[in-house]
């Protein structure tokens, strides 16, 4: 029988000969993993469309709407949530201006004012 001491460990490969030949096949800025490289696939459609002025800027641009985009609201009933407060107070402003009956809801009363 062998002792426990007997046993020789098998010497670990070399590995720096693979490791140094494939730094040099690739900069380290090219280094892409799976995930980065499908996030990288999947946007670019998106980001050229963008660029070029395609389906995206129908979606993404500011300039698309304002407060003089509001018709006529004239005998229209609108109800805005969160209006006692930020953007849901300031659309109740603009349609109550362009003619509309607004109903206005808040969480309380008194915050409602």
Not at 45 to 68: C, D, H, K, N, Q
Not at 98 to 105: E, F
Request: glycine residues 10%; proline residues 6%; aromatic residues 6%.
């Amino acid at each position: 029988m062998c002792a426990p001491t007997d046993i020789q460990k098998p010497p670990l490969p070399d590995v720096s000969a693979h490791t140094a030949a494939r730094k040099l096949s690739r900069p380290s800025w090219i280094q892409i993993t799976g995930g980065s490289f499908l996030l990288l696939l999947l946007s670019a459609p998106l980001f050229i469309s963008e660029v070029i002025g395609g389906w995206t800027t129908e979606y993404t641009s500011p300039l698309r709407f304002g407060a003089s985009s509001i018709g006529d609201m004239t005998g229209k009933v609108v109800i805005v949530t969160g209006a006692n407060t930020g953007i849901g107070y300031e659309t109740s402003l603009e349609l109550a201006r362009n003619g509309a009956t607004v109903i206005m809801a808040a969480r309380s009363v008194e915050r409602g004012t």
